[in-house]
């Protein structure tokens, strides 16, 4: 944007970026909705069809009552409906954005979180339709603190090793055998996960990061943004109707991650990608831009 992309191009590039998947989503969700829920009190077809046309377009659906879900018929959806909020808010005032009024808003956006996990006893909300705001909450923090860690990036790199270390580090928090209450969220979300993404944005990397870090940023949207139904589906169609013993969990986990993987990879490279590249050709040729930026 520093460079002449407008507030309305640079709107298309996210929702571009975005949307196609958000729009495959919908549609898998909609075909799960329909294999699996149809029969239960109010997932009539067209209140499907309709919480499955609002989550196409990323917009939060009250069609089925009784679902205490923001999107009902693809859960992962709520993050990317803040996110596109936090993008647009950003188009519009990025250029006003000096390291005083971000300090400013990050320091902001800390206080409100913090009021909000305090209140509530836990920073799990979002996604429910009496939690929209501790959404707003947690992408404004995110949104801006990231953009701060940005402006202030370490200007000294690190070595490699910083890396694994940061990685078993994260691995040590979130994966550990305990449980995490408003307090303990607050002191790693405002303060120990920025320090680790600050400390990450320096370290050389090496060929196989390169490698390892290209395949699993490309992984992870379409891997998250389409889990859900698929997961949903297998567990009433098969989980539940055949009830494995417990000691076959883990194999039962291995074969849910691995579906979602085999889902998420082809969804992404036939579909994601294609869908990307066409679109932006077109809405190039209808409104080219003034001058070349990067996102």
């Known amino acids: 944007m520093t460079k002449g992309m407008t507030t309305l191009e640079f709107y298309r590039v996210r929702v571009i970026r975005l949307n196609p998947l958000i729009v495959l989503g919908a549609l898998f969700g909609i075909?799960?909705?329909?294999?699996?829920?149809?029969?239960?009190?109010?997932?009539?077809?067209?209140?499907?069809?309709?919480?499955?046309?609002?989550?196409?377009?990323s917009l939060p659906s009250y069609l089925i009552p009784h679902n205490g879900l923001t999107f009902p018929i693809n859960n992962p959806v709520w993050s990317l409906f803040f996110e596109l909020a936090a993008n647009f808010l950003f188009a519009l005032i990025a250029r006003y954005l000096t390291r005083s009024w971000l300090i400013a808003i990050t320091a902001f956006s800390a206080i409100f979180l913090f009021n909000e996990a305090m209140h509530l006893?836990?920073?799990?909300?979002?996604?429910?339709?009496?939690?929209?705001?501790?959404?707003?909450a947690r992408v404004m923090f995110g949104f801006f603190c990231g953009l701060l860690l940005h402006r202030f990036r370490p200007r000294r790199p690190l070595p490699a090793i910083w890396g694994y270390?940061?990685?078993?580090?994260?691995?040590?928090?979130?994966?550990?055998?305990?449980?995490?209450?408003?307090?303990?969220?607050?002191?790693?979300?405002?303060?120990?996960?920025?320090?680790?993404?600050?400390?990450?944005?320096?370290?050389?990397?090496?060929?196989?990061?390169?490698?390892?870090?290209?395949?699993?940023?490309?992984?992870?949207?379409?891997?998250?943004?389409?889990?859900?139904p698929q997961l949903d589906?297998?567990?009433?169609?098969?989980?539940?109707?055949?009830?494995?013993?417990?000691?076959?969990?883990?194999?039962?986990?291995?074969?849910?991650?691995?579906?979602?993987i085999a889902i998420a990879w082809?969804?992404?490279?036939l579909y994601d990608e294609p869908v990307r590249a066409w679109l932006s050709r077109v809405t190039r040729r209808s409104a080219p831009i003034a001058q070349p930026a990067t996102v």
């Open 165 to 228: 270390v940061l990685i078993a580090a994260l691995a040590i928090i979130l994966l550990g055998p305990y449980k995490f209450w408003a307090k303990s969220h607050l002191v790693f979300v405002l303060a120990v996960f920025p320090v680790m993404i600050w400390l990450g944005s320096a370290v050389v990397e090496t060929s196989f990061i390169v490698r390892a870090g290209k395949f699993l940023g490309a992984l992870s949207y379409p891997l998250y943004i389409l889990h859900r």
């Open 31 to 57: 075909a799960e909705a329909l294999a699996v829920r149809l029969e239960w009190r109010n997932y009539d077809f067209w209140r499907i069809i309709g919480s499955g046309g609002l989550a196409a377009l």
């Open 121 to 136: 006893g836990t920073m799990d909300g979002g996604w429910l339709k009496g939690t929209l705001h501790v959404g707003v």
């Open 233 to 260: 589906a297998s567990t009433v169609l098969l989980f539940q109707r055949f009830n494995p013993h417990a000691h076959w969990l883990p194999l039962w986990w291995t074969l849910q991650v691995a579906g979602a």
């Open 266 to 269: 082809p969804a992404m490279k």
